[in-house]
């Protein structure tokens, strides 16, 4: 690899962090006219038709075999259904910033869902950043409910996100043993799709306004989509080629400091101390678990 390609694919990494850590500013502004499955239907459906064209214009559609599809709509009921569900309603309760935190912790759990799954040994490394990762994350909780700005019920949302994440990471290590990421990702997009439909139509459609969205909203509806589930993730991949798993993995931990920047920016979201102890505990924990992995960057 270049000189040259060796910077782009570091610079297109640092967009996807800062695009994934956006959309959790630009969530909680569309929520301001939208409700959730509404946001969710439109985002995926607009990042669908821009994966499957990018699929079309290089080629990159591949077969799927028929017993396949029963695992791609399994993985899709965990991601994207559950897990945006349980990442948006929980966006709508608590800080941009706690719920990147709390999303940033996916990486700490995949180690105990696949001990539980797979036997695979935990180790006392991936136990120790689980330990610091949950402290971390009740800190920041502790500290925003004394000061009434999140909810349990929030928390808990996101937290079914995370688990989501964590039984989708499992299915789909099965289905990339033959087909590549963009593919994967674009049919559980379609398949989310078919998800969200029924709730669109039982809860968001008979209240639905599209005029209480103005431009601001369908700017950032548009950057969730275009940025956050189209180029972040083509980015992400393009990124993984280059520079190997275990490295790329490393940079997720710049979403939630991406994430309370911009929050604080464009949303006001202060800093306090007990904030920033909670952010660099669980920031702790998931290092402590990524250190293990780059010892031996795949390439």
Sequence with gaps: MTERSHIMAHFLLLLAMAFWGMTFVWTKIVLEAFQPVTILLIRLSISSLLLWGFMLMYHKIQ????????LFALSALFQPFIYFIGETYGVSYVSSTLSAIIISTIPVFMPLGSWISFREPLGIRNLAGFLFAFAGVVLMVSGEEASGTTSLRGVLFLAT??????????????LTLKYNSVMIVSMQ???????????????????????AGDYRTWRN???????????????????????GINRTGIFSNLIPVFTALFAFLFLGEGFPLIKIAGMVVVLTGIVVVAMRKVTHPLH
């Design 161 to 174: 996100a995370v688990g989501a994440a964590v039984v989708n990471a499992i299915i789909v290590k099965r």
């Design 221 to 243: 509806l548009l950057a969730l989509a275009l940025f956050g589930s189209t180029l972040a993730f083509l980015f992400f991949t393009h990124s993984i080629r280059h520079l």
């Design 63 to 70: 077969y799927v075999a028929g017993r396949d599809l029963r």
């Design 189 to 211: 997009n379609s398949f989310g799709i078919l998800y969200f439909i029924p709730l669109f139509l039982l809860l968001d459609l008979p209240s639905l306004d599209l005029a």
